[in-house]
């Protein structure tokens, strides 16, 4: 069997969406313009959805504009939560995929897109088609993925069922989203040793959020159970808004690149460039 492919995704769009304070939209271009040169597989760049829900990122198309990718690999993800974002999102041949957060919680599927999963399955499959036809690839981030603090279901059955049933879209990658940073190594273990030899025909990813001092535990348990798809944002700046921790950021990436370093397989890093915008970082995203 072909060995599967490490792939690193860096978000930062995950890392600028909660923050306040606007970000000059120059500010922004020049710092994904680092993260280009880094060598990362995807870059989760931005969004297309309602100014009033994401005020930072209402300036995507004109970030998208103003960014030289003529000398990097790395391929361009936008967020879409709606038909309307999708129909924006695809007329842009420098992106490759559209991100959609799908919850297998109604109360988060709610709060997050404001439809219910019945809704969501409907703009999913419509937001499917319209990816197809412009010749790009859905991404489908499965939020809660590892457990629900709001006493809705949740096992890792009932991932399977979700897989199941939205593979027959032809979607074929997927992220699943710790969502507030609750997932503990001996869940996160169970979920990928279920679903990664049940559908060994999806690309199914991790997308972390944690604490300081939890990260690494996290992606040894998903990547010993045959993960191979990891999202991060550098520093781990970032997260879910509704965390109850204010240490829970997102996975940081230049943790997450050290311990790969060794492993076959990990793309080559530009070292370089990571120093810098490590740097960078700290000026771009006010504290």
Known sequence: MKKKELKLIECPRDAMQGIETFIPTQTKVEYLQLLLNIGFHTLDFGSFVSPKAIPQLKDTAEVLGKLDLSETKTKLLAIVANQRGAEDAVQYDEISYLGYPFSISETFQKRNTNASIEESKVRLEDIQNKTVKSNKELVVYLSMGFGNPYGDPFHEELLAEYLLELKKLDIKIFALSDTIGIAEPAIIERVFKTLTPEFPELEIGAHFHTTPNSWEEKIDAAYHAGCRRFDGAIKGYGG????????????????????????????????????????????????
Do not use: R, Y
């Open 240 to 287: 879910c808004p509704m965390a109850k921790d204010e240490l829970t950021g997102n996975m940081p990436t230049e943790k997450m690149i050290a311990h790969f370093s060794e492993q076959e397989g990990l793309e080559i890093i530009d070292q370089t460039a990571l120093a810098e915008v490590i740097k960078l970082a700290s000026v771009t995203f006010p504290q």
